[in-house]
């Protein structure tokens, strides 16, 4: 149940990507239409992360194309606002709640010149945004998890972009910052940005999102939420994985070369 | 002392020139070496160090004598390779970083010193200026070579400082990085150029057993005092001239010292002061500020005794019973009654003690906040309450005034606790 678009601002086309050998994701084909708040659902393991990374160009595909506003990545970069992982950053680096957040603005920037005073407002008016003021000059391991997660979000809004990619933005979150955060990305989305969420909680995800992406290694479903969050999709998404993909992914592993590579 | 007014009046020029050699060595290699530390590739510098011996060798025998910029180019290319094979390794071997680092180390070094053992055979009357590599002489440094390893020190300060957002985010975040488009790749190449170059311009006042000391030390003993980026690069940088500028100091009195291991031990120093006194991560604070936090338990615990006492319908307690509440803590309760007494929470009358009106209300607190964490753990978590009461013990001189409001709108002003005994408050 793979739903396509017209004039897609997002458009996947055959991608495989792979681990070293180890594919980790199989021939993902997916357009999206803009202002949508996106939900990447799918079990552990599934290549959630992978999918976005693979967008971002932070790993190279095996096969396959991504385009973005219909544009290679890299001419328009300064449009897409990217998310890690909270987990995978130091949060005892020695930096405040704003050296974080003026890093989204960077981009715009580019090397050399330094962030100034227009930068800086950007970045306390972004902070305000995800109800953050109170912590401007906090350190950053003095935060709690939800925090460092809003200061996350409030570094992506310093990036004013149009397409926005979260890594488990909920991750470690409490129920309270999760609706105001949903509440701050569903606005986003009405003022025609497009969010794409990599989530894990089927329960918000069936309120909030208005499209699914669903993935279990290969893509199950692509489309508005009512669509494709039924019951037997979901059963495909997280019914554990396929026996033949699995056994395909331990012949393709044994090999002393990675055969996918064009 | 005569010697320590000449030396640090600066009337002899080269000791001028010697001193802000070392300062501008000192503030290079804290600076990049700070930023290495957080990064956490600390041993990579050690790696660097040791490995630029083969190419000092090498250096020295291609030029014949004690050519600084033979010595600096040949340091730079043998610590240029150790760093490429170490990250070609990782990247292409299933070896992890710590046994590719420590092979590096070691074969380099290794080399470096049969380079070093051979020359010296050679009979070259040269040869005895090339042993201070090892373990450095920053006062038999020449003008000339001042010029240089100054000079690079001064790139690699001003480099720093220019790409310092970048740098910033390779450290922090890398992935944003790429995410942005910045070219990540090559401000990590650039990073690790800095990081030979600040090797290679201490190989000669330092040396190279040493060098990593004044590359890590620094920016960890700074780390104590500070979570400031800008702060934590001033700080280590301050560090290491100060070291930098005793071990010369050192060397200038005791002509045979060589000042590496003299810096080092001045560097050490600091670092062990910062580890005991620094406030806050210091061990010294930390060990203060626990011993008074179990003066407050124990201050809190006589009051919920005396609290109890009066539940009971006991006004006062005979202090003997108290001490015998805590059989072996005799010194502890004698210090916790005479704080109590000076904050006026309890009276003494003879050798009784009774609870005042504002120790009655304190104790009601410390009793109130235990019940209702206990109430808490018992409806909120599910927890039976013969369980409750070893986490109610300690959360109960923990929570604060917003967390006691929140259980109490939470369980809804209740009135008993899970032993059905009554959760105190101050009437209005």
Redesign the interface.
């Known amino acids: 149940m793979i739903t396509q678009v017209e004039e897609p601002i997002l458009e996947i086309h055959d991608l495989t990507v792979s681990y070293d050998q180890n594919p980790v994701l199989w021939n993902v084909d997916l357009s999206l239409p803009k202002g949508k708040l996106v939900g990447i659902l799918g079990p552990n393991g599934a290549g959630k992360s992978t999918l976005i990374k693979a967008i971002m160009g932070l790993i190279p595909p095996t096969s396959g194309y991504i385009r973005i506003f219909d544009k290679p990545l890299n001419e328009v970069r300064t449009r897409i606002s990217y998310v890690p992982q909270r987990e995978s950053v130091d949060w005892n680096f020695p930096a405040s709640v704003l050296d974080v957040v003026m890093m989204g603005t960077y981009g715009k920037l580019g090397l050399f010149r330094r962030p100034g005073k227009k930068e800086k407002e950007l970045a306390l008016h972004s902070l305000e945004q995800v109800g953050m003021s109170g912590f401007v000059k906090r350190q950053i391991s003095e935060l709690s998890g939800g925090q460092q997660q809003r200061v996350f979000i409030a570094r992506a809004l310093a990036q004013q972009a149009d397409l926005y990619l979260m890594d488990e933005p909920f991750a470690g979150v409490d129920m309270a910052t999760e609706t105001a955060i949903f509440q701050l990305l569903k606005e986003m989305a009405d003022t025609g940005k497009t969010v794409i969420v990599v989530h894990h909680d089927i329960h918000s995800a069936m309120n909030f999102f208005d499209w699914a992406i669903m993935l279990n290694l290969h893509l199950v479903a692509s489309g508005p939420k009512d669509l494709v969050m039924t019951e037997e999709l979901l059963r495909k998404t997280y019914g554990g994985k396929l026996n033949l993909l699995t056994k395909v992914t331990d012949l393709i592993k044994r090999k002393e070369f990675n055969p996918l590579k064009s | 002392m005569e010697d320590f007014v000449y030396f640090f009046t600066f009337q002899d020029p080269s000791i001028l020139w010697v001193v802000l050699g070392i300062t501008l060595l000192g503030i290079g290699s804290a600076y990049v070496g700070t930023f290495s530390f957080?990064d956490?590739k600390a041993l990579l510098g050690d790696a660097i160090s040791h490995a630029v011996l083969p190419g000092i060798c090498l250096g020295f025998i291609l030029a014949g004598e004690k050519n600084p910029v033979y010595i600096v180019t040949g340091a730079f290319v043998s610590g240029g390779i150790a760093t490429f094979l170490s990250t070609w390794l990782k990247r292409n071997t299933k070896l992890s970083e710590d046994a590719i680092i420590a092979t590096i180390l070691s074969v380099f070094f290794g080399i470096g010193i049969v380079m070093l053992t051979a020359l010296q055979k050679s009979g070259n009357p040269e040869i005895a200026g090339l042993n201070t590599f090892i373990f450095g002489n920053a006062i038999g440094i020449s003008e000339k070579d001042l010029m240089l390893y100054g000079g690079l020190a001064l790139f690699i300060i001003l480099v720093l400082t220019?790409f310092l957002?970048?740098f910033?985010?390779m450290?922090?975040?890398r992935?944003?990085?790429?995410?942005?488009?910045?070219?990540m790749k090559s401000i990590s190449f650039s990073f690790n150029v800095l990081m030979i170059l600040a090797v290679v311009i201490g190989i000669q006042a330092i040396g190279v057993v040493l060098m990593a000391a004044l590359l890590i030390t620094p920016g960890s003993a700074a780390?104590f005092w500070?979570?400031?980026?800008g702060t934590?690069l001033i700080l280590a940088a301050l560090f290491s001239v100060i070291s930098g500028v005793m071990g010369t100091y050192i060397s200038f009195v005791l002509p045979q010292m060589p000042t590496g291991p003299w810096v080092v031990v001045f560097l050490s120093l600091i670092a062990l002061i910062s580890f005991l006194f620094s406030p806050k991560s210091g061990m010294l604070f930390r060990f203060f500020a626990r011993k008074k936090y179990l003066r407050k338990t124990h201050r809190e615990h006589l009051l919920k005794a005396l609290y109890k006492a009066l539940e009971e319908g006991r006004k006062s307690l005979p202090i003997e019973e108290i001490y015998e509440l805590y059989p072996y803590h005799k010194p502890q309760t004698q210090s916790g009654i005479k704080d109590l007494k000076q904050n006026n929470y309890i009276n003494q009358n003879q050798e009784f003690i009774e609870l005042s009106q504002s120790g009655i209300s304190e104790a009601m607190r410390i009793v109130r906040l235990h019940r209702l964490w206990e109430l808490y753990l018992n409806e909120s978590m599910n927890i039976a309450p013969d369980h409750v009461h070893d986490s109610a013990e300690q959360l109960e001189h923990l929570l604060t005034p917003e967390l006691e409001a929140l259980l109490e709108k939470r369980l809804n002003y209740p009135a008993l606790d899970p032993h059905q005994e009554t959760i105190p408050r101050d009437r209005p």
Not at chain 2, 175 to 183: H, L, V
Not at chain 2, 226 to 229: A, E, G, P
Request: aromatic share 16%; no cysteine; proline share 4%.
């Open positions: 957080l956490k220019f957002k970048e910033r985010l450290v922090f975040d992935e944003f990085g790429d995410s942005i488009g910045f070219p780390r500070t979570d400031r980026l934590l």
